[in-house]
């Protein structure tokens, strides 16, 4: 937490029931002006071409997982999608689709977030990364609280993990340009746009992905065994 949410003294960092409030009341205002977008529009090649959202972790969609992390921490999530729609509305959320076509990459979801989003920021994330930090809104949006970017990058401690991603709806025009260049990669963009880093090397499961067969069964193992 921000050391603008509690009393400091002598003795260290002390909670104080006012000071809760004020915690309280700004993580409320962090989640209203957030949108969530779960990333789902890719074709999963490694999988078959199977929609990755939809396979089962833990007697759940895989997308769910992240899904309910997000929602905990924002005011809506969106997901983006390219298929199986009616399946992907079942999860309680609205779905949306690219508006570029021919399956362009996360970009291309995140523009159409963008265009969707009833709030300023928007925070993506991948379907198949269900270990979602549970303070990862907070942080994210304590960076871009400086007003000084319209992007925020999750980092690993190693390198940018560039779909982990906040951005300002400022941005749109931005990625249009981008994308009606026939560009694609996130790395390049965030090159023409003013950002900052987030370090979350704490919290290294949030990045572990699923792209095989042999992924999803050691993520059963790995969120089974935390259930547990």
């Known amino acids: 937490m921000s050391g ?9 960092i002390v909670p104080s029931k006012a000071f809760e409030r004020q915690a309280e009341s700004h993580l409320k205002r962090s989640m209203s002006i957030i949108t969530g977008l779960l990333l789902a529009g890719g074709q999963a090649r490694r999988m078959g ?5 939809l396979l089962t972790l833990g007697s759940r969609p ?28 079942k999860l309680g959320v609205r779905v949306i689709r690219d508006s570029v076509s021919g399956y362009a990459g996360p970009l291309a979801g995140l523009f159409a977030g963008l265009q969707e989003a009833s709030s300023d920021w928007l ?15 907070e942080r994210m949006y304590e960076a871009a609280s400086s007003g000084q970017c319209d992007a925020v990058v999750a980092h690993d401690g190693r390198r940018l993990q560039p779909v ?4 300002n709806r400022r941005l749109q025009q931005s990625l249009g340009d981008f994308l009606a260049r026939g560009e694609r990669k996130i790395d390049l963009w965030l090159e023409e746009v003013s950002h900052e880093r987030v370090d979350f ?10 792209n095989t067969p042999e992924e999803l ?12």
């Open 217 to 228: 069964e050691e993520m059963e193992a790995r969120v089974m065994g935390d259930s547990r």
């Open 164 to 167: 982990f991603l906040l951005v």
């Open 62 to 89: 895989l997308a769910a997982w992240g899904l309910t992390r997000l929602q905990n921490q924002v005011g809506e999530v969106l997901i983006s999608a390219n298929r199986n729609h009616a399946d992907y509305e």
């Open 201 to 210: 090397s704490d919290h290294p499961d949030m990045f572990l992905n699923v």
């Open 49 to 53: 071409g199977t929609d990755k959202g």
């Open 4 to 12: 603008l949410l509690y009393r400091h003294d002598y003795n260290g």
């Open 123 to 137: 925070l993506s994330a991948p379907c198949d990364s269900p270990l979602l930090a549970n303070d990862y809104a």
